[in-house]
T-cell receptor, first 122, second 112 residues
Framework: GAVVSQHPSWVICKSGTSVKIECRSLDFQATTMFWYRQFPKQSLMLMATSNEGSKATYEQGVEKDKFLINHASLTLSTLTVTSAHPEDSSFYIC??????????????????FGQGTRLTVV | KQEVTQIPAALSVPEGENLVLNCSFTDSAIYNLQWFRQDPGKGLTSLLLIQSSQREQTSGRLNASLDKSSGRSTLYIAASQPGDSATYLCAASTDSWGKLQFGAGTQVVVTP
């Protein structure tokens, strides 16, 4: 299957600093990627849809000025947590679908996920 | 808005028993439904994907069914093993680009 690589796998930063997380599709081009956040003991919540060459679409309640998303190429999307606070500590994970893959019935293929990034803000 | 619910939230069984995990969704207009496994502190491992036109998918000891009309999917794991201990997530694809709405997960513990 398609491979999505996310870096770093974990990061610790001080309050007030910014952290950048990268999400790469290694063997396919992804015009659309998704960023999710998971708090402890909770499920994954979609934060935003990253669109190559255009602005990201944010879900309700997600601050676009705090979570900057850049999708400058067909294989790379970045999420920057700006002026991080301890409450931003969470597990962040990206996903993408290979648009070239298709099933016989033209169904939507599976979403592939990165390994996730554990962010701890101290 | 699509809402996905998983029941039970936690499940503990002795090794060898079959597992039945339930997932329900409110909007039947899904593109597909995907089951994932998540180990503590780790990312997601895709287990099975069922297209909206399919009724079930099988992979080894895993079988997942989909009933769109009732808004339900069930994941069966046969002859459970301690290595099956993890959190299992179901997610409904709400658009053609792969956007997923996740359930809260079922935490499974298989005791030796």
């Amino acid at each position: 299957g398609a491979v999505v690589s996310q870096h770093p796998s974990w990061v610790i930063c001080k309050s007030g600093t910014s952290v950048k997380i990268e999400c790469r599709s290694l063997d396919f081009q992804a015009t659309t990627m998704f960023w999710y956040r998971q708090f402890p003991k909770q499920s994954l919540m979609l934060m935003a849809t990253s669109n190559e060459g255009s602005k990201a679409t944010y879900e309700q309640g997600v601050e676009k000025d705090k979570f900057l998303i850049n999708h400058a190429s067909l294989t790379l999307s970045t999420l920057t947590v700006t002026s991080a606070h301890p409450e931003d500590s969470s597990f962040y994970i990206c996903s993408a679908r290979d648009p070239q893959l298709s099933y016989r019935d033209l169904g939507v293929t599976e979403a592939f996920f990165g390994q996730g990034t554990r962010l701890t803000v101290v | 808005k699509q809402e996905v619910t998983q029941i039970p939230a936690a499940l503990s069984v002795p090794e060898g028993e079959n597992l039945v995990l339930n997932c329900s969704f409110t909007d039947s207009a899904i593109y597909n439904l995907q089951w994932f496994r998540q180990d503590p502190g780790k990312g997601l491992t895709s287990l099975l994907l069922i297209q909206s036109s399919q009724r079930e998918q099988t992979s080894g000891r895993l079988n997942a069914s989909l009933d769109k009309s009732s808004g339900r999917s069930t994941l069966y794991i046969a002859a459970s093993q301690p290595g099956d201990s993890a959190t299992y997530l179901c997610a409904a694809s709400t658009d053609s680009w792969g956007k997923l709405q996740f359930g809260a997960g079922t935490q499974v513990v298989v005791t030796p």
